[in-house]
């Protein structure tokens, strides 16, 4: 079992800039990949960003290449992922989960997730 924690969300205007983090815990944090999704309201959830064990591997989804990066510190447990140059449309809840089979983009990898944080853009 792999016990999820979001924090870092909140309200910010268009072109500024937010960190969220991830505390992970129950399994060796080192085994598995991590993830973002996001999910907009009247929308499914997408994928955002991804990390392999080593956090050396990363995937972007286009929309955020370049805006965004994620990095995992595994001394300490955590996947952190900086926005920058937020939109409108980066509104959304924003999930971290852990993937035991390796660092893909696709929701159904990830097996346990957190319960999200809100992330509102505003004009």
């Known amino acids: 079992q792999v016990q999820v924690v979001e924090s870092g969300g909140g309200l910010v205007q268009a072109g500024g800039s937010l960190r969220l983090s991830c505390a992970a815990s129950?399994?060796?944090?080192?085994?598995?990949?991590m993830g973002w999704f996001r999910q907009a309201p009247g929308k499914e959830r997408e994928f955002v960003a991804s990390?392999?064990?080593?956090?050396?591997?990363?995937y972007y989804a286009d929309s955020v290449k370049g805006r965004f990066t994620i990095s995992r510190d595994n001394a300490k447990n955590t996947v952190d992922l900086q926005m920058n140059s937020l939109k409108p449309e980066d509104t959304a809840v924003y999930y971290c989960?852990?993937?035991?089979?390796?660092?893909?983009?696709?929701?159904?990898?990830?097996?346990?997730w957190g319960q999200g944080t809100q992330v509102t853009v505003s004009s």
């Open positions: 990390v392999g064990r080593a956090g050396g591997n990363t």
């Open positions: 129950g399994r060796t944090f080192s085994t598995y990949g």
């Open positions: 989960a852990a993937n035991l089979i390796g660092y893909g983009i696709s929701s159904r990898e990830y097996s346990y």
